[in-house]
């Protein structure tokens, strides 16, 4: 990865990493304080899936496609950015619109199927972007890109970030984990026992390793204050996760999820200053548009506010009870099967393609790839 233009630690700024990339100190916080009003938490998390669940979806979609930085590597990685991602795309249309003749499931079992790879690589997913953030700031900081912290660190995200999360989202019985198998593979009922057990052993063990973390962590000559920001996060996400309500935990865990991938998406964009393809209407429409921080938040924001109520009922028609008058105007569209799932199709295909951009994107292992995200993270941002 290149190395950083700019000495501060942050990436962005210090204000806007402790909004954006920090989000997992102040959202406990704020759950906190919003104890006592439940319908409030509930209001703030149906904004909240409103305005950043599927802009987080479309983030690295956009860089790739709507950044002139990446044009040359588009062309150049055509099976990274164009195919596996069609790919994905006309693998789940077959899957869910496949006659029972060709795939003898009805269309529950389907949708079981698809979330259950959803779920096991939706908690790797969460994990690995952890460990990209403490990448982005160890090069921040100048720290020397080996030695036992550096390992520690990925085994860490795994460890805290993903296999803890996952046991208190079955524990808790969490939506995610009921739209999938593995609801039928650990049921909770017969094991509760097991679960309150590891609501105190699991978060023992967390504190143990954020502990070695940070200890190593302060030991270091070239110490980041982000990192040790992020890591406190992280592991405060996991203890709450033994402790809080499903959907509160919803609230901190993915928001923040959400809140890193836009904020990433937008500090590469406005730090793009590639020279746009002569006669390249598309990209000069873009960077007119949304060449700067707010603009591509806003952007993305606005674009997907109408999918999240047509995505979320073909998958959950039990929430039209949350939004009547949404459901209201949708529930007439959806009513007919093809729509139905042609929109379930889009819902899960653009989640696997969330997947594969990412992993595209930042692909750091890639000596271009690196060349490319590693100067629009690490270039100084515009006055």
């Not at 195919?83 to 009805?106: C, H, N």
């Amino acid at each position: 990865m290149n190395s950083p233009t700019a000495a501060s630690p942050w990436l962005h700024s210090r204000v806007t990493d402790l909004f954006w990339m920090h989000s997992g100190l102040w959202l406990p916080l704020l759950l906190l304080a919003l104890l006592p009003f439940p319908g409030v938490t509930q209001g703030l998390l149906l904004a909240a899936v409103f305005l950043l669940w599927l802009p987080h979806r479309f983030a690295t979609t956009f860089n790739a496609f709507c950044t002139p930085a990446y044009h040359r590597l588009l062309n150049e990685q055509r099976l990274r950015f164009l195919w596996i991602p069609a790919g994905l795309v006309g693998a789940t249309f077959l899957f869910v619109f496949a006659p029972s003749a060709a795939v003898p499931l009805d269309l529950p079992t389907r949708v079981h199927l698809l979330a259950t790879l959803f779920f096991l690589y939706n908690s790797w997913h969460f994990a690995m972007q952890h460990y990209g953030v403490l990448s982005i700031y160890r090069q921040r900081s100048g720290q020397p890109p080996g030695g036992w912290l550096k390992r520690f660190e990925k085994q860490y995200c795994l460890a805290v970030g993903m296999v803890a999360v996952v046991i208190a989202q079955i524990g808790h019985g969490a939506e995610v984990v009921r739209d999938s198998l593995l609801y039928e593979t650990f049921p909770r009922e017969q094991s509760l026992w097991l679960w309150e057990l590891l609501r105190y052993v699991v978060p023992v063990i967390t504190i143990a390793l954020t502990t070695v973390f940070l200890i190593g962590e302060l030991r270091m000559p070239q110490r980041s204050i982000p990192k040790i920001l992020y890591v406190s996060a992280v592991a405060i996400q996991s203890v709450l996760a033994y402790w809080i309500d499903a959907a509160s935990f919803v609230l901190l865990w993915g928001v923040q999820h959400w809140l890193v991938s836009i904020a990433l998406t937008a500090h590469m964009a406005e730090n793009d200053r590639t020279e746009i393809p002569a006669a390249s209407g598309w990209y000069g429409f873009w960077r007119g548009i949304a060449g700067s921080y707010w603009p591509t938040v806003v952007v993305l924001t606005v674009g997907s506010v109408a999918l999240v109520p047509l995505f979320d009922l073909t998958v959950h028609p039990h929430n039209a009870a949350k939004l009547p008058l949404i459901a209201a105007v949708c529930e007439p569209l959806l009513a007919n099967t093809a729509v139905n799932r042609l929109f379930l199709a889009l819902n899960f295909a653009t989640v696997y393609v969330h997947f594969a951009m990412d992993q595209a994107v930042f692909r750091f292992s890639d000596p271009a790839v690196r060349k490319v995200t590693g100067t629009l993270l690490f270039a100084r941002a515009k006055p």
